[in-house]
């Protein structure tokens, strides 16, 4: 029965093929880095001696000693000049609400008076196209912060009761 629902799956195999051929090719490749890498190293240090070796590896324990132990005295010297101040997370003062409970306004706004809402909006995305005209959006969206979200508050409300 296992015979007659085994699917052929070319394509899978000829992908799998595919994917194994380009890993094949990138760790070819970082072999071949890795051995001009160590060969340029090699030939760059051949001509050191073994009291070369000895004195760059003092050199190099002594340096990075130095630089732990000064790390560990001096995070626990007496100085406490350099604290780290926290300062405390602070509510915007134009939050606009993103999932709460949408405002319940009591009026009905008129075809006319979203019209301009609407054309409003457009004047203002027309004006931020421009390079002239982002000087005008950039003021009139720096003296009123939450002029663009108000707009959008009412375009969604129009439009929850025009379902309605």
């Known amino acids: 029965m296992k015979l007659f629902f085994k699917r052929n799956s070319k394509k899978s195999d000829v992908l799998a093929t595919a994917k194994n051929n380009l890993w094949q090719k990138f760790d070819q490749a970082n072999l071949r880095l890795q051995y001009k890498c160590a060969h340029w190293l090699e030939r760059k240090t051949a001509h050191l001696t073994r009291l070369n070796w000895i004195v760059i590896l003092l050199c190099f324990t002594v340096f990075t000693s130095g630089c732990s132990i000064y790390l560990i005295v001096n995070s626990f010297s007496v100085n406490k000049t350099r604290n780290i101040t926290v300062t405390p997370i602070t509510k915007p003062t134009n939050l606009v609400p ?15 008076e979203f019209e ?42 129009y439009y929850s009761h025009l379902k309605n």
């Open 98 to 112: 993103t999932k709460e409970k949408p405002l319940e306004f009591n009026t009905i706004i008129s075809e006319t």
């Open 116 to 157: 301009k809402i609407t054309r409003f909006r457009k004047y203002m995305d027309s004006l931020g196209r421009s390079s002239t005209g982002k000087k005008i959006h950039d003021s009139i969206v720096l003296n009123r912060p939450g002029l663009l979200d108000s707009l959008t508050i009412v375009e969604n409300y």
